[in-house]
């Protein structure tokens, strides 16, 4: 009981610094961290679903925006031997964070799996890997539509044929916006919306919403078609070329 509740401690006090390391680093800089809070556990198990339904087959992933690692936390474990994990995270303290997780995590002596950390934007990652899973922990509605466009063509420039891409988004944050953004903001807002409708209808495979998480979120996986993704460029009125 004693060790149960020792534990229980640890992984409650992990989550208050990571909230407030949250808060923090959002001040600081929303182009690195946009999400209001560190996400949860259930969150972080239907994000990384699609590395588990592959399991026990040796996989390349790809995670952006790891922020405190809560996703990478549930990540390791889904490795298989000889799997690759690359963990891309623009901002220094949290690269900091997960290089010390990484280097401190006992499941990967077991697995031999391959885990590297790159301070860096998605975008500028210098890679020929091909990744069988992307999960995606990027704040998209604090970019501007440019930058989603580049940061989306870039996922599916980075997917194996056949691969997935997983992300999230919180539940009701359009409206939220429509109530207190000004109306550039909102603009902004939309447009961005319109452009990850667009991918969705192209290539979604499903959608979730975790109401466990706070706040609750959507959960989209999207798959890249086993043609070239050049043919299915998404378009403002969901056709494809």
Do not use: C
């Amino acid at each position: 009981m004693n060790d149960r509740i020792t534990s229980h401690d640890r992984a409650s006090t992990r989550r208050n610094a990571e909230g407030w390391m949250f808060l923090i680093e959002a001040a600081r800089d929303l182009r690195t961290t946009g999400a209001i809070a560190p996400s949860g556990t259930s969150l972080a198990r239907v994000l990384t679903d699609p590395v588990r339904a592959q399991a026990p087959h040796p996989l390349a992933v790809l995670e952006a925006g790891a922020g405190t690692g809560p996703v990478t936390r549930a990540l390791i474990p889904q490795l298989s031997r000889g799997s690759r994990l690359d963990i891309v995270e623009a901002n220094p303290r949290f690269a900091e964070r997960l290089r010390s997780l990484v280097t401190t995590h006992p499941r990967l002596t077991a697995t031999s799996a391959q885990v590297n950390v790159h301070q860096t934007y998605v975008e500028q990652l210098d890679t020929d890997q091909r990744y069988d899973v992307i999960v995606s922990g990027l704040p998209l509605t604090n970019f501007t539509p440019v930058q989603v466009e580049r940061i989306m063509a870039r996922y599916l420039e980075l997917l194996h044929p056949g691969g997935t891409l997983t992300y999230f988004a919180y539940v009701g944050t359009r409206k939220a916006r429509a109530l207190t953004a000004s109306r550039a903001e909102a603009r902004r807002h939309a447009a961005v919306d319109e452009i990850m409708a667009a991918y969705q209808r192209t290539y979604a495979t499903g959608r979730w919403t975790v109401w466990a998480n706070v706040p609750p979120a959507y959960v989209w996986h999207l798959r890249r078609p086993l043609v070239s993704a050049d043919q299915f460029e998404p378009q403002p009125d969901g056709a494809s070329r």
